[in-house]
């Protein structure tokens, strides 16, 4: 299964919650605080915080697909 | 554990639904929500809505289709009326009951009201829409309360041309929560900005015609927003047994009782990171409490080395003006208030703050939010105040 990560720098506010649980896969501008996405199929090791920085963000500015590629 | 109820269906229900479908529960699982929306997102709501600069769809907290693999059993519109921890069951306002084996109550709190027919209140999309349609050049806004809330609310006024008179009763707006010398910097802000700022005053009537005074003295307005804090939405477990003190309490687990969790704004918990009980109405506690709350449910009493106490470091964050405030930890209570970085009247600072002898928070205005991550850390160690903050730092408080 691959996961596709999306995000909508529009709605982020710069909490950077992403950050503190998935730093391999979130980063912020270093101006703004603004998200910035470092992968965006992050391996299979990494889902698990991947799926607790979207739930955790505060602007529900992280989107995920899971992709079952044929 | 086959059936597990939320009741809640905003930021700390969902967070709880996602978190108890990750860890596994595979049950019937029931959300119950009072109001006919579902999952929407309330920060924006002083922000961006009452701006107009978003439109209501943006609010989702979540795409349809991510809702609908939750598989839940939504009943929205109808408000929990009644719970019974023994017979494991809650009764809804319309009279139908629901049994549960696991309960979160995650049913928020509401705007407290003064006296007077007419004021807005601004938590729900319906009441932003309401106040939206009513603000703009050549109006007059009164809000009463110079919180975050009441501030923001203030700022987009202004920015929309709107008049505002803003009263707080406070002689100081904030300073209960950010400290005197700090809430004065953030006070400044609304008088550059041209709000006819009001401190010190007590309010007794605020209706749809204006403000009036302990003296005596009525502020006319187009329109009048109560922005004067919440209640915590805990009558209906009134006679369930439940310890009900502003807030439903809980304890370092989130349980209020066997099988029964608190989440979000509505819950009390003891904080084990402070060592005090805490109720927080800061969006990013609704979600790591419901996440909290949902694994903590999930764990039987025999396994209770896998709970996890909830020991979060708080957050929040308000937009106003050009101003972005960020503030991680405790700050309430504290005995000492340091400016760490920037200075105060050039609002671009961080200033810390200590809570006996160590690192209770810090705040931040205008400062590139990574700056903050930094202390963030040191709040989470319960670094020493000796060690996180020099000796040279300026004591403002």
Redesign the interface.
């Known amino acids: 299964m691959t996961m596709q990560v999306e995000v909508d720098e529009s709605?982020c506010?710069?909490?950077?919650?992403c950050?503190?649980s998935a730093p391999e896969v979130f980063d912020?501008r270093?101006?703004?605080?603004i998200v910035v996405l470092l992968e965006q199929r992050p391996g299979a090791e990494l889902h698990e915080v991947v799926?607790?920085a979207a739930?955790?963000?505060?602007?529900?500015a992280i989107?995920l697909a899971e992709l079952v590629e044929g | 554990m086959s059936r597990i109820l939320v009741v809640g269906a905003s930021?700390a229900g969902l967070?709880a639904a996602?978190?108890l479908r990750?860890e596994g529960f595979d049950g019937e699982l029931t959300l119950v929500g009072d109001e006919p929306h579902a999952f929407y997102?309330r920060?924006p709501l002083s922000k961006q809505i009452l701006a107009s600069q978003w439109e209501p769809g943006?609010l989702?907290?979540?795409?349809p289709a991510?809702l609908e693999a939750l598989g839940l059993d939504l009943r929205l519109g109808v408000a929990a009326a009644g719970l019974d921890p023994a017979g494991r069951t809650v009764r809804l306002a319309d009279g139908s009951e629901l049994r549960y084996d696991g309960l979160i109550v995650a049913t928020g709190v509401r705007p407290r009201r003064l006296p007077g027919e007419g004021a807005h209140a601004l938590r729900t999309l319906g009441d932003a829409l309401v106040l939206r349609d009513r603000l703009g050049r050549g109006r007059r806004l009164a809000v009463v309360g110079a919180g975050f809330l009441g501030s923001e609310a203030a700022a987009v006024a202004r920015g929309l041309g709107a008049e505002v008179v803003l009263v707080e009763p406070a002689p100081v707006p904030l300073a209960h929560a950010v400290g005197t010398e700090v809430g004065r910097v953030l006070t400044q802000a609304h008088l550059d900005h041209g709000v006819d700022l009001r401190t010190g005053v007590a309010v007794v009537e605020a209706g749809g015609g204006g403000v009036r005074l302990a003296d005596g003295e009525l502020i006319d307005a187009d329109e009048v927003l109560v922005a004067v804090g919440s209640v915590p939405n805990t009558e209906w477990l009134a006679g369930s047994g439940l310890t009900l003190a502003d807030g439903l309490v809980c304890d370092e687990y989130c349980a209020a009782a066997p099988g029964v969790y608190g989440a979000g704004d509505v819950a009390r918990w003891h904080n084990p990171l402070f060592d005090v009980p805490m109720r927080i109405e800061h969006?990013?506690n609704a979600?790591?409490m419901g996440?909290a709350a949902a694994r903590n449910l999930l764990r039987p009493d025999a396994e209770a080395e896998a709970r996890r106490p909830f020991a979060p470091v708080p957050?929040f964050?308000s937009?106003q003006y050009d101003m972005?405030i960020?503030a991680y930890g405790y700050l309430r209570g504290h005995d000492e208030i340091a400016v760490v970085d920037g200075d105060l009247s050039g609002r671009r600072f961080v200033a810390a703050y200590r809570t006996g002898d160590h690192l209770a928070g810090a705040l931040a205005v205008g400062m590139?939010?990574?700056a903050?991550?930094s202390w963030?850390r040191a709040v989470a160690s319960r670094a020493a105040w000796s060690e996180a903050v020099p000796s040279t730092a300026s004591v403002v408080g």
């Open positions: 709605k506010i710069a909490a950077g919650q950050v503190l912020q270093d101006e703004d605080g799926r607790e739930g955790l963000c505060p602007a529900a989107r | 930021a967070a996602e978190t990750r997102d920060p943006k989702a907290l979540r795409p991510d969006r990013t979600a790591e996440m957050y964050w937009d972005k960020q590139p939010p990574k903050l991550l963030r």
